[in-house]
């Protein structure tokens, strides 16, 4: 099964500051999906940012873009412009074609510092 | 509101006995995810089904079964219960062919093993 990896259990950024969570994935399928969710404390999960395997221009949703390394087999997540409402835990994610087999990474917790 | 409905939203129970989780996917979704999140810890990947047909299984206990319904709900059925059981199981749904969209979660039933 694939493997996703998120190596920072937690980050610390300055509201209004720009912060970059890591994640790297093991697959070796062609064609797959990474996602990015969001975990705030209510506990409900949140839908962030998609890329597909095949798309050559990184994901871009609003302050969040999907910072894709295909070689490398990374896909970090960029949130610009911290907000105190985005402290929360982020979770990467991906799927084999068509959402089939979504694995999720262990998480990182961040948070923003007013 | 993500569209997916679990019940009940938290259950309580004592080891050794046997619970069954219910999830209606949004209306149209023909695959049923659940995972289940224990304290401070990631999303881990029970099992998928796709139309009534199981179609993939991650790291699901021989003690846990599902079963996806012709009116496509879906039901985890947990025996044998052991205090390691405690945790928020989430069921989730997907739309076939709209990868981009990821998942749709349910806000989760927390389950509680005393």
């Given at each position: 099964?694939?493997?996703?990896?998120?190596?920072?259990?937690?980050?610390f950024?300055?509201?209004?500051?720009?912060?970059?969570?890591?994640?790297?994935?093991?697959?070796?399928?062609?064609?797959?999906?990474?996602?990015?969710?969001?975990?705030?404390?209510?506990?409900?999960?949140?839908?962030l940012?998609y890329?597909?395997s095949?798309?050559?221009?990184?994901?871009?949703?609003?302050?969040?873009?999907?910072?894709?390394?295909?070689?490398?087999?990374?896909?970090?997540?960029?949130?610009?412009?911290?907000?105190?409402g985005?402290?929360?835990?982020?979770?990467?994610?991906?799927?084999?074609?068509?959402?089939n087999?979504?694995?999720?990474?262990?998480?990182t917790?961040?948070?923003?510092?007013? | 509101?993500?569209?997916?409905?679990?019940t009940?939203?938290?259950?309580?129970?004592?080891?050794?006995?046997?619970?069954?989780?219910?999830?209606?996917?949004?209306?149209?979704?023909?695959?049923?995810?659940?995972?289940?999140?224990?304290?401070?810890?990631?999303?881990?990947?029970?099992?998928?089904?796709?139309?009534?047909?199981?179609?993939?299984?991650g790291?699901?206990?021989?003690?846990?079964?599902?079963?996806?319904?012709?009116?496509?709900?879906?039901?985890?059925?947990?025996?044998?219960?052991?205090?390691?059981?405690?945790?928020?199981?989430?069921?989730?749904?997907?739309?076939?062919?709209?990868?981009?969209?990821?998942?749709?979660?349910?806000?989760?039933?927390q389950?509680?093993?005393?």
């Open positions: 099964a694939q493997k996703i990896t998120q190596t920072q259990p937690g980050m950024v300055q509201e209004k500051e720009a912060v970059t969570l890591d994640c790297t994935y093991d697959t070796s399928d062609q064609s797959y999906g990474l996602f990015w969710y969001k975990q705030p404390s209510s506990g409900e999960m949140i839908f940012i890329q597909g095949y798309d050559e221009q990184n994901a871009t949703e609003g302050r969040y873009s999907l910072n894709f390394q295909k070689a490398r087999k990374s896909a970090n997540l960029v949130i610009s412009a911290s907000q105190l985005d402290s929360a835990m982020y979770f990467c994610a991906m799927s084999l074609h068509n959402n087999d979504m694995r999720f990474g262990a998480g917790r961040l948070t923003v510092k007013p | 509101d993500s569209g997916v409905t679990q009940p939203k938290h259950l309580i129970t004592a080891t050794g006995q046997r619970v069954t989780l219910r999830c209606s996917p949004r209306s149209g979704d023909l695959s049923v995810y659940w995972y289940q999140q224990s304290l401070d810890q990631g999303l881990q990947f029970l099992i998928q089904y796709y139309n009534g047909e199981e179609r993939a299984k790291n699901i206990l021989e003690r846990f079964s599902a079963q996806q319904f012709p009116d496509l709900h879906s039901e985890l059925n947990l025996s044998s219960l052991e205090l390691g059981d405690s945790a928020l199981y989430f069921c989730a749904s997907s739309v076939w062919g709209a990868p981009n969209e990821g998942l749709f979660f349910g806000s989760g039933t389950l509680s093993v005393l």
